[in-house]
């Protein structure tokens, strides 16, 4: 009977990736090949970090409009698409994290 030996090096553990998420449903033909999507393989650190600014970027149009509005100034269309696509791209992004976690593959089959 064998018997596990003590070790001091650490057990090498990796690091969670995003898989594929497209978002803003744009396709770019008949295939279905979107304009916008999460590419697979990337760092899950990464891509949360990416999250993050573009959330803390969205609080400030957010602000901005308020603040706009609150004075009497008109809202236009394009600031709403804007708010529009920055949330499905933090959405899409914290998504393809969590899609990539080990427990998520399991529970899926992969």
């Not at 650490?10 to 979107?34: A, C, H, K, W």
């Not at 990464?46 to 149009?61: F, M, N, P, V, Y």
């Not at 809202?75 to 933090?90: N, R, S, W």
């Amino acid at each position: 009977m064998s018997r596990p030996e003590n070790s001091k090096t650490q057990g090498v553990t990796q690091l969670p990736l995003t898989v594929r998420s497209d978002f803003s449903n744009t396709p770019i033909d008949n295939r279905g090949l979107m304009v916008f999507g999460v590419t697979a393989g990337i760092n899950a650190e990464d891509a949360l970090q990416a999250a993050r600014t573009l959330s803390s970027g969205l609080g400030q149009i957010c602000d901005h409009m308020h603040d706009s509005l609150n004075m009497g100034e008109m809202a236009y269309c394009d600031g709403m698409k804007t708010l529009a696509f920055i949330t499905e791209a933090v959405s899409a992004l914290v998504w393809s994290v969590q899609r990539g976690l080990p427990q998520a593959q399991e529970e899926s089959g992969k």
